[in-house]
């Protein structure tokens, strides 16, 4: 289903994010735990890419098995780095002929290692990709896709200037983006200023929120890595620190406050949430339980 019809048949959105397995067997642990949530009807499912394209084919995989084998609607990452137009061409058409109705279109992170150079990328940033994709004519559905950006509530650490950083999302809308899907973020103050610094812009698309769980110590000493920079309020640094190695109190410390912030979101009219779900099911059913969410 394209995102427009999603948003319209949705006062409040709720997705869910999953990453390719890098193994047969992982892959099936994780589709258990798809079909698991797939009984919560989420409105739509997001596939990462992996960096410099890694997983390319792993995304493109499972994206073509959750579309094939589930009622879900699944919308793959798709990043610039190590692309070129040939390349997100023929990448594009495959998802078409599956009839995957949406992408969410990134800039992407560079492959580990030595200094990538990008000027052999055919696009520098999202907005050319985001343009790319709005002007492909191949899609079975005449609006072609629907289309995804990304923001940062808490500031993206590329691009200090706030100001600068609000334009380059600006560019990413004008050039055809549908909605926009925040980095995950623990303290909602810093997503209602940027709710409101959207305004200001004139950004007027639907802005979805993502949340994630803290369910261990790995997490928690992982994340503010693979979330550039994610930042965590003292009151819940404080109740992890409490907890210390009681994994159990951990995961619930870690789906109450996650709760409280989607309760609260809810309660100040987000357009949606999206759950970064680590590739697992049970804090998100807790989440949804909690929440009085039915699936």
Do not use: W
């Not at 639907?206 to 890595?225: D, F, N, V, W």
């Not at 994610?230 to 406050?257: C, E």
């Not at 779900?277 to 059913?285: D, G, M, P, Q, V």
């Amino acid at each position: 289903m394209h995102i427009a019809d999603i948003l319209a048949a949705h006062k409040t959105t709720f997705s869910f994010e999953f990453f390719p397995p890098k193994t047969d067997e992982a892959a099936e642990t994780l589709f258990s735990h798809i079909r698991e949530l797939e009984t919560l009807k989420p409105a739509f499912v997001s596939v990462t890419y992996g960096a410099g394209g890694s997983t390319r084919e792993r995304t493109h995989n499972l994206v073509a098995r959750i579309k094939t084998t589930t009622a879900l609607d699944p919308v793959p990452h798709l990043t610039c780095v190590c692309h070129q137009q040939a390349d997100i061409a023929d990448i594009i058409l495959r998802y078409a002929q599956h009839n995957v109705s949406n992408i969410l279109a990134l800039a992407g992170d560079p492959p580990a290692g030595a200094a990538y150079d990008r000027s052999a990328d055919a696009f520098r940033h999202a907005a050319g990709l985001v343009s790319f994709l709005r002007n492909f004519k191949e899609h079975p559905d005449p609006r072609g896709f629907g289309i995804g950006v990304a923001a940062f509530p808490e500031g993206h650490p590329a691009t200090p200037n706030r100001t600068l950083e609000m334009d380059f999302l600006k560019a990413k809308v004008d050039a055809g983006a549908d909605y926009i899907v925040t980095q995950l973020f623990f303290d909602n103050h810093d997503f209602y200023d940027f709710r409101e610094r959207c305004e200001l812009a004139g950004i007027t698309i639907p802005i979805l929120a993502g949340i994630m769980p803290i369910t261990s110590l790995g997490t928690y000493k992982r994340i503010p890595e693979l979330a550039l920079g994610a930042r965590y309020p003292a009151k819940l640094q404080r109740a992890i620190l409490r907890a210390g190695a009681d994994s159990d109190a951990l995961k619930r410390i870690g789906i109450h406050y996650a709760t409280e912030q989607s309760r609260d979101l809810l309660d100040n009219h987000v357009r949606g949430i999206h759950f970064y779900t680590l590739n697992h099911s049970h804090a998100t059913r807790e989440l949804y339980k909690t929440l009085g969410m039915q699936g």
